[in-house]
Every structure is written in C-alpha cells, then in structure tokens.
C-alpha cells in the first residue's frame, strides 16, 4: 500500500505525504545547540507531535534525545510528588534503554542507581532526588542530553508538574556549577509561561514563573504555499493526476493560511472522497478548482477535533465568542494587543493571528465556519428572514445555476418588511449579518461563500460566492452619500478583473429618506453591476 495524506496522530514520512521539515528543524536546531530551553506554543492539530519526533531524529547522531509524551501519564501519577517523581525516572528509563544506552561504565552506573530507586518504589525519591539522579546522569553522559516533553497541556493543572518546571528552571540557572540538561523542550497549546488561563483562580496563586527562562521561539510552523506544492509533487510523481500542483498549492494556501492540519485534510477529501464522485471520476477532474471547492464543502460540514474544538472554545470563553462575533458581522477592526487577554486566548487557540497591527481571523476556513455556526444558532435561525429564506429557495436555480438577482430582490422586498423601520446602528451592525442569513439557506449544501479579507471594512464587505463553478461577487456597504457610492460601483467594476467576472452585485444599505429601493443595473465599461439598494 502506497503513501496517503495524514491527519491523525504524527506523519511519518515512510508512510504519509507531508511537506519537507528540513527549514524548520534546521531553525529549531540552532536553538538547541546554543543551549535555550524553550516551548513550542501553537494551535490544536499544528504538527507540534510530528516537529518533535522529526527533531528527536534530526538531533539523534550528536544528542541524546529523551521524548516524553505526557498524554501517558495517569491521574495517579499526578497524585504527590512522590508518584510523579518514580513515574517520570520510570518512564525516562524506559525511553533511554530504547535509545539504546551509551557504553559508558560512569553512565550505567548512574543509570543502575536510578533503577534501583523505581524498583524499590523507595517513598523518600522525590523531585529533589530525581533531580540529582538526573543530573549525575547529564553529567557522565558523553553526549549532551537533550529532554523534549510533548503534550504538556495534559500535566500544568496539576501543582507537582509546575514545581517540575520550577526545578529545571533552578538547575538551568545553575548550570554552571552543577551539570543538567542541555535543553529542554515543551510543547503544548497553552503558554507554560502564563498558565493562569488554565488554573482555577484559587490556585493561580501557587505560580511562581515556573518557566520565565524560555527563549522566544519565533519558527514558522504554518506551511508555505511552495512547501504545499513539494508535497503535491511527490504525490503527483505516484498517482499522475495530471494536477496543476503550482495552481493547487495556491488554493490550498489561500484557505488555509498554511494550517497544517486543514491542508492535510483537504487534501485527504480530494483523495479520498471527492475521488470517485458523481462528476469527478478521475484524478484530472478531482485535483482542480472544483474538485477543491468539492472538498471544502465537506470539511465545512464534517465534525472533526479540531472545528470541535474551537466551536467549544466559544462556549468556554464568552468574551472571545463575543469579540468574533463582532469582527465578522459588524465589520469592526480589532488592534491586535497581546496584553488584551482576549486576543491573546484568541491567537493561543488558532482563531485569530496579527495582520498588520490588526487581530484578524486565521484563515478563511475558519472564517467560513464561523460564520455558518454563527448564522445557525436557534437566535438566528427563528428570525422570520431565515424562513422567508427557507420558502424561496427553489425559485433561485435555473437549469443548475443561481439566479443572484433575483436573490438581491427577494432580499430587499423582505428586509424592507421586516427591519425598514430599524435604525442606523442595527443596519451597519446587523446589515450583512441578515445578508448572510438569508442566503446562506439558498446556496447551502451546493455552494460556498466567504468574505474576501482584502475588502474587509467597516463600511465594505465583499462576498465570494462559489456556485458550481460560478463565482459571484457581491459587495455589501453603508452609503454614504453620492460621490461615496459612485466610486464604489467603479471601485466593484475593477475589483471583478480579478476574478476574471464581467458582471458584479452590489447591496446599499441606504439612510436616505428619499431613496429609491429596489434592483437595477449599471453598465460601467465593459463590466454589468446590478445593484441593490435597501
């Protein structure tokens, strides 16, 4: 059986397509041979298993690498200083007779000493004794050791593993007198240095900095679009779809943002799912635009760990759930400040990431799926515009494709009903929101949609709609007077030359009194803009 994409537990490079590690291992090896202990702080499902155990290969020759993964240890093991000190030498035993021990008579000695200590279950071995078995063991090895811990979200609510870290942090700054590890690694989602999002606040008063000597790590994680296309290559070079792996990799990065696991997965639909498919038989026909529009649309709609969990995340932190609310649907510019707890919960679970000074969602996918858990609340979906929705959608499609104006028309008839009485701030707060709400029921389960971040503003939003293979460009924004709308409506007609469109919508939320409302077309050059006014 040949090689597939991955998107559970680690890649392995023998038996899973994967981009190349090599420039990332290189930069993390620089901060291992200087001697920094550092974390690997990133989003769930990042590749922060496959980068360790890649690295604990990659530092194998020169180091002696001890990987621990403390997603093995038990309750119990957390349940004193004394289970988790005979637990840890336990499993660190375990780990270095599988790396085969150096043939050292000093190291095996100090290894002998460590063993009879677990054997015995000796209730005095506590950190202060492990600490010293581990140090004379640093000492007399002939390679430098190296301690890499993975999954350490699974141990820092629990006080035994913060006064752990609190003892590394002593003997690396007392490293110069008394022999420890060369460095130490962890990864997790949460900071190990600010680890009061994750205590209960009767015990945050316990954290004494237990990790204030990390070095920043500053290596990209997120995949580039030219990693992607390496990765397409070899995939290619075994299945000759006959893929545009340059043009693949575009997309692929454009949805992503380079977020290891929705690449794989999507990958991994087209392979597996969108393979097959009524109109996509083979490999030329899944590996294109719409094979990938195809696999959108069923990541957009598939429960998996990690859209589980971020939509949890929400419900846990009502702010954060708040202040993504209002930047998707009031169009509301967030500056990014990592001292704003918020943003930075935000960035440390994968919503959001810095843009220019601007705290903005990660990636369109995200972005997508946001909105349609957004819009599918009991709230929303009890709005009479919702089912006004739900009634028209069959008279939208003609022979398979979508009738945008008339969408435009039916919408403004019923906004008009339903909210024209409603006053300027629920319009430019809730404008686009009900827009959203009232199309997403008549594109839902053949189409897709998002906002084009380019565009993205306060007063200006545009719309990507993807209907089997037919985009359509809408943009939505508050008026604001003659002049304003006029370079607008150009401003729309340069836009579609993008996206290679001849014909554009546009929706005017309008304060004016004398305004007329309805659907009408302009012709600006060469471009067709139908144009809605509310």
Known sequence: MGKVFNTTADCKPDLHYMVSLDKRLTEIRKLIDRGDYFAINRARQYGKTTTLRALGSFLQPEYCVILMDFQMFGAGEFADENAFSLSFARTFLRILKRNRLPDQDAFSHRVNILERAVAQRQSGFRLQQLFENLSDLCAASHKKMILMMDEVDSATNNQIFLDFLAQLRAYYIDRDVQPTFHSVVLASVYDVRNLKGKLRPEDQHRINSPWNIAAD?????????????????????????????????????????????????????????????????????????????????????????????????????PELN?????????????????????????????????????????????????????????????????????????????????????????????????????????????????????????????????????????????????????????????????????????????????????????????????????????????????????
């Open 217 to 317: 790590f500053k290596v990209d994680m997120s995949f580039s679009k030219e990693e992607i296309a390496g990765m397409l290559r070899e995939y290619e070079a075994d299945h000759h779809s006959g893929m545009d792996t340059d043009e693949m990799a575009g997309l692929l990065y454009e949805y992503t943002s380079g977020y290891p696991y929705l690449v794989s997965r999507l990958c991994k639909l087209m392979d597996e799912q969108v393979y097959g498919r009524s109109g996509f038989g083979t490999g030329n026909r899944v590996w294109t635009r719409k094979g990938f529009n195809e696999a959108v649309k069923i990541l957009l709609n598939e429960k998996n760990p990690l859209f589980e969990s971020l939509i949890g995340k929400l419900t846990d932190y």
């Open 322 to 534: 708040q202040m993504l609310d209002r930047a998707l649907f009031a169009g509301k510019s967030i500056v990014y400040n990592t001292d704003n707890a918020i943003i930075d919960r935000g960035e440390m679970f994968g919503f959001i990431k810095n843009s220019q000074g601007i705290a903005v969602i990660s990636n369109r996918l995200f972005e997508m799926r946001l909105y349609n858990y957004y819009l599918s609340t009991s709230e929303m979906q009890n709005q009479e515009l919702y089912t006004a929705s739900l009634e028209d959608r069959n008279q939208f499609i003609t022979g398979g494709q979508l009738n945008m104006r008339l969408v435009l028309e039916k919408f403004v008839m019923h906004f008009h009903d339903l909210y024209g009485d409603s006053n300027e701030k629920f319009v430019e707060e809730e404008g686009r929101k009900y827009f959203l709400l009232y199309l997403r029921p008549i594109i839902n389960g053949t189409g897709n949609y998002y906002i084009e971040s380019r565009t993205r503003e306060r007063k200006r939003t545009d719309i990507i709609v993807d209907y089997r293979g037919v985009q359509y460009i809408i943009e939505l924004k508050i008026w604001r007077g003659e002049e304003y709308n006029n370079r607008g409506e150009a401003q729309l007609a340069g836009y579609l030359d993008d996206y290679h469109q001849k014909k554009g919508y546009m929706v005017s939320f309008n304060f004016n009194k004398k305004k007329q409302i309805g659907v009408h077309e302009l012709v600006i050059g060469e471009k067709v803009l139908v144009e809605a006014v509310v």
